[in-house]
């Protein structure tokens, strides 16, 4: 007959570890979700970000300026080049009077009343919409490298392009994930280690009761199950907890987006996959932490 | 049902605790086991446990050679050996009852069975007024009384006591022994430790005597077996096992399909 201990057995005794030690299991659990709501706020704004970025990217457009000498079949060869690029989705040439009628738009009212014509800026000008797929730093510097070899064409003065703005975010993007990473990782250790000493506590106060239960004819297994169920438990709780302070900031972040950004976002801010994570992860810790300490302490 | 062959016990401080002793109890056998104090008694009770390993020699227990025992099969040797250790070892967090029913749940018994069965054994014992107490709260007999419920709960093939009457007023020990030769009428063989002479000498059972490890005498029953009569202010009541749905245990059987060690 080699059956596992029944689950009322396993809960009354995990039941009782928890009330061995309140204290130390309350500090446990609220570390794990400490932790976690951490690595769940990081994986929020990450995800955000890169929903930003993915987005920026489908709308980039830059300019290119000509050169008031070239020709027309100087433009066309400028306009042959551009289009080799993939996801170049559309060119618009305008002519140097085009540009100024569009700047004069851009401009003041007041301000243009006594201005002559021609110090209204203008000059001939490629507008490039380009759909660019931004996963990582390495298409924005790739972008870059491209926007410089067509600068050095002939015929063409400058290429503006916000790029200087894409290559900040990607960066700022890349030390948040570096901080969350080392945050994360900091703190889910110390939850580990809070859960591995609570359970060795739970198993040096036992000593005896461990011992018996060996000697009247209980499997390792048996004696163990009590203690692992018991790290799980406090994962778990330190997961509710973690998913009850993400549902707040997320709430708090998306109407700070909303109110003082004026971004009316379309995706999902927080999405469900971590709900699912949280609940798998928080109890997973738990776990991991007491079998660390189980296998090291619980001799039977 | 218990065999032992030139059983050496050193333990790692040195000390000879048993030397040569080889011996034999027959399934459904009562047996006192005595000796001064340091003889070996409890070492020898360790050792048919697998709390300590044999430094030479062999034991068969059900006709297994516990020597060559797999680590993962020595709980399932010890769910067929009911043991009253001499320090009783209750766990003093747990209630009367959950310190009975542990013999069950390590078994995955369900809940009822095991609140059915435990329940039986306590009502025979008269400890049922007490279930909900624990084990600090309770007089020496009745703590006595706990470990032997716990002992008997799940009908094992042999029955290991060590001192079972030690620190108890006759008439209470008496009692306990009434109790343990009702459950060797039932079938189980039963092993007594105990360095009371008097005890000993009353029922004329079957007494192997231990001298500094050695076996010095196998005394057979002498056949004018004590009447059994029940003390004054009988704590156990009568015939506490009658309740128990098995009637006898397994006997050596018990034994036949624990996992011996692969070759
Ligand atoms: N764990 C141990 N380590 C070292 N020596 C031990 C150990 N247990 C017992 N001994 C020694 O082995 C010998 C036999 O001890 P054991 O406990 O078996 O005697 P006993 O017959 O049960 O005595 P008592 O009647 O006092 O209970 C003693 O000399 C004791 O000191
Ligand atoms: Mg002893």
New binding site residues.
């Given amino acids: 007959m080699k059956r596992g201990p029944r689950i009322g057995y396993v809960l009354r005794q995990s039941a009782q570890l928890v009330r061995g030690s309140p204290w130390l299991t309350a500090v446990s659990a609220v570390t794990i979700a400490l932790a976690l709501t951490l690595v769940g706020l990081f994986a929020m704004v990450l995800f955000n970000a890169n929903h930003v970025l993915h987005d920026l990217g489908q709308s980039l457009s830059l300019s290119v300026y000509v050169k008031d000498t070239a020709t027309q079949q100087d433009i066309a060869t400028i306009e042959t080049r551009l289009k080799q690029r993939h996801g170049v989705k559309a060119l618009k040439t305008l002519t140097r009077e085009q540009d100024r009628e569009r700047n004069r738009k851009l401009l003041d009212k007041d301000l243009l009343e006594g201005l002559d014509e021609s110090a209204i800026p203008g000059q001939p000008v490629i507008e490039v919409e380009i759909d660019a797929d931004l996963a990582s730093r390495g298409d924005v510097e790739e972008l870059v490298t491209w926007t410089r070899a067509i600068q050095g064409v002939t015929s063409v003065e400058d290429v503006e392009f916000g790029a200087e703005k894409l290559r900040l975010l990607f960066a700022i993007v890349e030390i948040a994930r570096t901080i969350g990473f080392v945050l994360s990782v900091v703190l889910l250790a110390s939850a580990m280690f809070f859960v591995f000493s609570t359970i060795r506590l739970g198993v040096f106060s036992r000593r005896d009761e461990i011992e018996i239960l060996s000697l009247v004819g209980a499997t390792p297994g048996f004696v163990r199950v009590p203690f692992l169920v018991e790290g799980a438990l406090q994962g778990l709780a330190g997961a509710l907890v973690a998913m009850v302070l993400l549902g707040l900031l997320h709430l708090e972040l998306r109407s700070l987006v909303r109110d003082v950004y004026m971004l009316n976002a379309t995706w999902s801010l927080l999405p469900p996959s971590m709900v699912l994570w949280l609940l798998i992860g928080g109890p997973a810790v738990g776990l991991a932490a007491s079998a660390m300490s189980v296998g090291r302490y619980l001799k039977v | 049902m218990i065999q032992l062959y030139h059983v050496h016990k050193r333990y790692p401080n040195g000390c000879d605790a048993l030397s040569d002793v080889t011996m034999r109890v027959r399934e459904g056998e009562f047996v006192f086991l005595t000796g001064p104090s340091g003889a070996g008694?409890?070492t020898l009770l360790h050792l048919l446990l697998v709390m300590e390993r044999v430094t030479d020699g062999q034991i068969l227990i059900g006709g297994r050679n516990i020597h060559v025992l797999r680590d993962a099969s020595v709980p399932y040797l010890r769910r067929n050996i009911g043991v009253v250790f001499?320090d009783f070892r209750l766990i003093g967090r747990r209630t009367v009852f959950d310190n009975v029913a542990i013999a069950l749940e390590i078994m995955g018994l369900t809940r009822k069975e095991v609140e059915r069965r435990v329940g039986q054994l306590l009502d025979g014992l008269r400890l049922t007024h007490r279930a909900g107490a624990y084990p600090g709260d309770l007089s020496g007999g009745e703590q006595q009384r706990v470990a032997i419920a716990r002992a008997l709960v799940n009908e094992p093939a042999i029955l290991l006591c060590?001192?079972p009457t030690g620190n108890l007023d006759p008439d209470l020990g008496h009692d306990i022994m009434n109790l343990l030769l009702d459950v060797n009428r039932r079938g189980t063989t039963v092993v007594v430790?105990t360095h009371d002479a008097g005890l000993i000498e009353r029922y004329g059972l079957r007494t192997l005597v231990l001298a500094r490890g050695t076996l010095v005498e196998d005394r057979p029953r002498s056949g004018r077996l004590a009447p059994i009569e029940r003390g004054p202010a009988a704590a156990v009541g009568p015939d506490p096992l009658a309740t128990s749905t098995a009637a006898t245990s397994a006997g050596a059987a018990a034994f036949a399909d624990i996992a011996e060690e692969a070759p």
């Fill in positions: 008694k409890s001499q060590d001192e430790a």
